[in-house]
């Protein structure tokens, strides 16, 4: 049998606190805090190792270079459908002028024949 201190779970077997008492553990709860301390040393391990904050660093920097790089790529490809539209909508401009220009011309020249007075 495994035995380990009630500081942890003193509530689960009704100890009050502060009290060290010993209950028994099944495997299950022994390799839970097995790995549970494995994780600890690990994490502490792992937050003081130059070689690991290096690599973190490293991740870091070039996580941040491929987001810049994609943001001036959709800034760029926003600028040139932007250019695109303003263009488009500059040619539609000219095409309707041009139009009203023509009608008008017509009008103009319509009512120029009927309005000249003849003197005859």
Same mark, same amino acid.
């Not at 942890?8 to 549970?36: F, I, Y």
């Not at 070689?51 to 070039?62: F, G, S, T």
């Given at each position: 049998?495994?035995y380990? /201190?009630? /500081? =942890?779970? /003193?509530?689960d077997?009704?100890?009050s606190?502060?009290?060290?008492q =010993?209950?028994v553990?099944s495997?299950r709860e022994?390799?839970?805090?097995?790995?549970?301390?494995?994780y600890q040393?690990? #994490?502490?391990?792992r937050?003081t190792?130059?070689r690991y904050?290096a690599m973190?660093e490293a991740a #870091?920097?070039q996580?941040?270079a491929?987001?810049?790089?994609?943001k001036?790529?959709?800034k760029a490809?926003?600028?040139?459908?932007k250019?695109k539209r303003k263009?488009?909508?500059?040619?539609a401009?000219t095409r309707? =002028? #041009?139009?009203?220009?023509g009608?008008?011309m017509?009008?103009?020249?319509?009512? /120029? #024949?009927?309005?000249i007075?003849?003197?005859?």
């Amino acid at each position: 049998m495994k035995y380990t /201190s009630a /500081s =942890r779970n /003193s509530q689960d077997c009704g100890a009050s606190e502060g009290a060290s008492q =010993r209950r028994v553990l099944s495997q299950r709860e022994l390799a839970k805090e097995k790995r549970h301390a494995l994780y600890q040393s690990a #994490k502490e391990r792992r937050a003081t190792d130059p070689r690991y904050l290096a690599m973190k660093e490293a991740a #870091k920097v070039q996580r941040r270079a491929l987001y810049q790089k994609v943001k001036e790529n959709r800034k760029a490809v926003a600028a040139d459908e932007k250019a695109k539209r303003k263009l488009e909508h500059a040619e539609a401009y000219t095409r309707r =002028r #041009k139009e009203a220009d023509g009608e008008l011309m017509k009008l103009v020249t319509w009512m /120029s #024949k009927t309005s000249i007075p003849q003197n005859d």
